[in-house]
């Protein structure tokens, strides 16, 4: 005996948007779609998204939408007051998609001296970009005052950053401060053993 082969499912398309019926509200339009699926798909919608939306009587939807805008998160220690206070100063996050919060960076030079191969080392500069300096004009004024190859690559966090053959966190400070006076030498801080150590 043969088994049975299971009956093909049938698939109902909107005739507005394309799409399977069940996806409609996922589509480009699903106003336009919505007298269609009335009249051709009535059990796939409950007839309560369908009827309240389209007669204009989306004004629930709206009422909890603003009140979902204003809605924030605090901690249960802050008083209302501080609360308050927080919410009237301007927020220092960027809002990406998605509702995730982009935190402000720090305006900070990070210098790192990374050895390889026990005696080659390279100098590694980041966060020259946050004072308004283009790294590629950066690295050819390293690569020249330093009379070594500098070049600006992706550093394991997916930001540039330049790096600089050989040792010369010795006098590269005085050399962003000199050549860059927008960079403060108490934003410059060196690496040294895993920890951040301020250059100043």
Known sequence: MAAEKPAPVRVLYCGVCGLPAEYCEFGPDFERCKPW??????GVYPDEL???SSSGGGGDV????ERLQGVGISD???SSA?????????????RLPGGKVKKKEKQ????EKIVRNKRKCVTVVKGLELFGVKLSDASKKLGKKFATGASVVKGPTEKEQIDVQGDISYDIVEFITDTWPDVPESAIFFIEDGRKVPAA
Do not use: Q
């Not at 709206?62 to 939408?65: N, P, S, Y």
């Not at 501080?82 to 220092?92: D, H, R, T, V, Y």
């Not at 900070?108 to 210098?111: F, N, T, Y």
């Open 37 to 42: 699926l009335r009249d051709h798909a009535p």
């Open 50 to 52: 369908i009827a309240s």
């Open 62 to 65: 709206d009422k909890v939408g």
């Open 76 to 78: 249960g220690s802050s």
């Open 82 to 94: 501080a609360g308050n206070a927080s919410a009237s100063k301007p927020e220092e996050v960027k």
């Open 108 to 111: 900070e030079v990070v210098i």
